[in-house]
């Protein structure tokens, strides 16, 4: 008996000082929790200032993507109809994201920085065919001050396809 009112006061104990303790819960998906730092979520084909796309089509993500869940064809650029800064840009650029397993080795071997994975997770469809996630889709808005693709350039202007770059400071 005495045994039994002692294991209730227990459990009582257990659960009441929960309310004290901060809350764990997130009334998702109004309020939604911030994600880790390295955390790797939908990609995103990211565009330089002047609204160029980064993506040149060579086609390095798909090679170093380990779930083959990558499709890339490349065309060639002009300066009357330039996407992206060199001979080529992405015509087509798909991912699966049913076979994504967001490793981000297609982001480390970017050579442009184009492909990144962000911080978004919610990821959902009803069918097949919107787990492929097309260039469009994944294609950054342009930034404030850029052009939409394609621009219309001086010619000679974007001949190289990946930027000179910096060393880190
Ligand atoms: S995150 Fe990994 S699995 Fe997903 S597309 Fe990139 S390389 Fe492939
Ligand atoms: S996202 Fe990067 S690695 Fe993939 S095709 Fe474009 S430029 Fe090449």
Request: a positive charge.
């Amino acid at each position: 008996m005495l045994r039994g009112i002692f294991e209730i006061a227990r459990g009582m104990w257990l659960t009441g000082k929960q309310i004290f303790k901060r809350r764990q819960t997130y009334q998702y998906p109004e309020q939604k929790r911030p994600v880790r730092t390295r955390f790797k979520g939908r990609h995103e084909l990211r565009r330089y200032e002047n609204g160029l796309e980064r993506c040149i089509g060579c086609a390095l993500c798909a090679a170093a993507c380990p779930a083959d869940a990558i499709f890339v064809e490349a065309s060639e650029n002009t300066d009357a109809q330039r996407f992206s800064p060199g001979e080529r840009y992405a015509s087509t650029y798909e991912i699966n994201m049913l076979r994504c397993i967001f490793c981000g080795y297609c982001e480390d071997a970017c050579p442009t920085q184009a492909i990144v994975l962000g911080d978004n997770y919610e990821l959902t469809f009803t069918d097949r065919s919107q787990s492929i996630y097309t260039r469009e889709k994944l294609l950054v808005p342009v930034p404030p001050g850029g052009q939409p693709t394609p621009q219309q350039v001086e010619p000679g202007t974007f001949n190289r396809s990946i930027p000179v770059m910096k060393n880190p400071e």
